[in-house]
């Protein structure tokens, strides 16, 4: 069975350490103690929480058939006269999208906003993590 450290499983949540241990400490997400005493968590138990803070409505919570949102940060946007790129840093994942300028404008968006990456795609792929 995959299990993973305080630190692993926090980056993989998108959180802080003190976050998780809140959480752990809280009940909300089970934990054990490895040989040397640290605290490592069951991969099963990791991805069973993450789907149920996936599920938990947000502020930004709308209805729509996208499954796939990630809020961060606007870390830049460049224009052209029609069109523009806007990156998007949600926790280290990076994300571009290219809209109309008006749309840009439309948003209010500018460098150091925060907004949600909404993702609808009819190809996902997927690849294998890190060695462990």
């Known amino acids: 069975m995959t299990t993973y450290r305080i630190g692993e499983a926090?980056?993989?949540?998108?959180v802080s350490v003190d976050t998780l241990r809140r959480w752990i400490d809280g009940g909300r997400l089970p934990a054990a103690r490895d040989g040397n005493g640290h605290r490592s968590l069951a991969g099963t138990d990791l991805a069973?929480?993450?789907?149920s803070l996936a599920e938990e409505p947000?502020?930004?919570a709308h209805r729509s058939s996208a499954r796939n949102r990630l809020r961060g940060i606007v870390t830049a946007i460049t224009r052209d006269a029609v069109m523009a790129q806007v990156d998007l840093q949600a926790g280290p994942f990076r994300m571009?999208?290219?809209m109309s300028r008006e749309a840009v404008d439309d948003l209010g968006l500018e460098v150091g906003s925060v907004a949600v990456a909404v993702i609808k795609s009819t190809t996902v792929v997927v690849e294998q993590g890190d060695d462990r």
């Not at 926090?10 to 998108?14: I, K, S």
């Open 10 to 14: 926090a980056e993989l949540l998108g």
């Open 48 to 51: 069973a929480f993450a789907r």
């Open 58 to 60: 947000g502020p930004e």
């Open 96 to 98: 571009v999208s290219l």
